[in-house]
């Protein structure tokens, strides 16, 4: 007969039995976490390679031949990701997923490219997030890239609301003139309206008290990337700029600050007065999506006002030092690490492409995997390794043809996507030995 | 939701591509006319080389239309023309020389679609063979 002390003893066994499993899976799925970002990053230097490709349009190649052999890789790819979703490879699926959604992105390109199609980059970015929907579906993580992308698609019909009540209302009479000053006040507007969001979302929150819960965090997820997707105005709103230079004597790098870090500033005093966290991170990280984006694009370098070098080396590591402080302050220790994590590889990437800066480099990564090794890190461990991986593929992606950029990007994708699935593989071995010591 | 749907669903950007490549294909296939041009050369990373074509209507053979009247509404007031970083240089000093036609496939009730360009009466291809 079983005595209830017996009875108690083995609920507690079987309790605890569970814990430990529960908490090896926490810890399998955090590493995980660590592998995904980095295996997105991957993804992506994949599909960026894909786009140059297409970009580098070869002529030489019948345009049959183009448009066919794109159809062939779409099915090949969305046979892949229905390949991992069937034997169940969670890890690939997601590779596969982020990949496919540049092949779409590249092959809209294509066939722009092919038939001389006059339209913004917007409408095509509109085009890619309705008909690559299905893919945040398998692979959730994807709302990274497809909101921003929708929203950028979005944001063009300001652009034309803009043009459209300037010809009808302003007609031709000193039209330069007004159009230039109208223009002003129009940006002016689009950037400030962001604020007017926040502040409408804000006094909303704090003053609906019986809100259901499971709405609040969807929403501030979409809240969040809406305000920095206003945000992407603010390039539009800084072309209106060099007129008044005359009058505002200001860097570059403080006009492009200041916005978004009094933005920044109501959003944490207003979260702050009522002791909740907020969509904040988001909102920084969409900053540096939007940083990102408005330093590979070629249209805002042409102007002469633009401090090129400032915002490239600058704003990303502004916006990650505010990230890290603040994870830090609101106890967030994965926005945190991943914060660190983006600081180490900015101040890493961007040594020059010059043999002795890379041996700097390197010595940096192999001191970062023996202190992860010491201290039974094996996330710093796995970055380390990837981080001189890397490290060693900016060295050599110093490509000025865009044939030879997609082909490097490419390869280099691949490389980095198969060292992260190697590390996660054998790098048990290691650590195996290491806990026998 | 049930895997199956899901796969489906992956195959929903290949038909929605599919179906604009056939309609622009279909679109290529109208009555061809030329158009002078003027432009410049702008360029971007996400789209590659390009050049952007302003239709110069007052260089423009009308008699290729209808009634002998260049339809200027149903023409774009730009438009772009995808080519190599290489060839930019050359192509836009033949622009400014206003030796650059546009061909469109063209039918009213249609948006026109390029399908050529000219350069002295060369199509594309032939002036880029001559440039090697």
């Known amino acids: 007969m079983v005595t209830k002390k017996q009875l108690k003893a083995a609920q507690v066994e079987q309790k605890s039995g569970e814990k430990v499993e529960s908490a090896a899976q926490t810890a399998s799925t955090r590493e995980n976490y660590w592998m995904m970002v980095l295996l997105y990053f991957a993804s992506f230097l994949v599909g960026l390679g894909i786009v140059a490709e297409v970009a580098a349009n070869w002529q030489a190649i019948p345009n049959a031949v183009k448009l066919g052999g794109a159809l062939v890789a779409m099915l090949i790819n969305s046979g892949a990701v229905w390949w991992t979703m069937k034997t169940d490879k969670p890890i690939l699926k997601q590779v596969f997923a982020c990949i496919y959604a540049f092949l779409i992105m590249g092959v809209i390109g294509l066939i722009g490219q092919i038939y001389h199609l006059h339209s913004h980059m917007a409408n095509a970015c509109l085009l890619w997030s309705l008909i690559s929907w299905p893919l945040i579906l398998i692979a959730p993580r994807l709302l990274w890239l497809w909101t921003p992308l929708f929203f950028f698609g979005c944001r063009y019909m300001p652009h034309v609301m803009d043009d459209l009540v300037i010809e009808e209302v302003l007609g031709s009479a000193d039209a330069s003139q007004q159009y230039r000053f109208n223009n002003t006040i129009l940006n002016f507007l689009r950037g400030y309206l962001a604020f007017v969001f926040i502040l409408i979302y804000e006094l909303w929150v704090n003053f609906d008290k019986k809100q259901d819960k499971t709405v609040i965090n969807p929403l501030r997820f979409y809240s969040g990337m809406f305000l920095l997707n206003m945000y992407s105005f603010v390039p539009y709103f800084a072309r209106a700029l060099p007129q008044m230079d005359a009058q505002l004597q200001m860097p570059t790098f403080f006009r492009f600050v200041l916005p978004y870090v009094i933005t920044a500033g109501i959003v944490y005093f207003l979260n702050n007065k009522t002791k909740r966290k907020s969509f904040m991170p988001l909102f920084l990280i969409g900053v540096i999506i939007q940083q990102a984006y408005v330093s590979l694009s070629k249209e805002y370098s042409s102007h002469s006002w633009w401090s090129w070098q400032e915002i490239n080396m600058m704003l990303p590591i502004v916006f990650c030092l505010l990230m890290a402080i603040y994870a830090k302050c609101h106890k967030m220790p994965r926005l945190f690490k991943l914060s660190v994590m983006a600081i180490i590889f900015w101040f890493v990437g961007t040594f020059e492409n010059h043999i002795f800066d890379l041996l700097p480099s390197l010595i940096i990564c192999a001191v970062i995997c023996l202190l992860a090794y010491r201290l039974r890190s094996r996330r710093w461990f796995n970055t380390g390794v990837i981080l001189a991986v890397i490290r060693i593929l900016c060295y050599y992606g110093d490509v000025e043809n865009l044939e030879h950029l997609g082909l490097y990007l490419i390869g280099a994708g691949i490389l980095i996507i198969a060292t992260i699935l190697l590390l996660m593989k054998y790098s048990k071995v290691l650590w195996e030995k290491k806990d026998e010591h | ?132």
């Not at chain 2, 929903?12 to 599919?18: D, F, Q």
């Not at chain 2, 074509?53 to 023309?81: G, H, I, S």
């Not at chain 2, 970083?85 to 546009?102: D, F, I, M, P, Y």
């Open chain 2, 1 to 132: 939701m049930n895997t199956k749907v899901l796969a489906s669903l992956l195959l929903l950007p290949i038909i929605v591509l599919a179906g604009s490549m056939l309609r622009l294909s279909y679109m290529s296939n109208f009555e061809k006319v030329e158009v002078a041009v003027q432009g410049y050369d702008p360029k971007d990373f996400f789209s590659g080389y390009y050049m952007y074509l302003r239709p110069d209507w007052e260089k423009t053979d009308c008699t290729q239309f209808a009634d002998n009247v260049c339809p200027k509404d149903d023409f774009n007031t730009t438009y772009t023309f995808y080519i190599k970083r290489e060839q930019s240089e050359k192509l836009t000093q033949k622009v400014n020389a206003g030796v650059v036609k546009l061909q469109f496939s063209y039918s009213p009730g249609f948006e026109p679609i390029i399908t050529d360009l000219f350069v002295d009466g060369k199509s594309f291809m032939e002036y880029v063979n001559t440039q090697k």
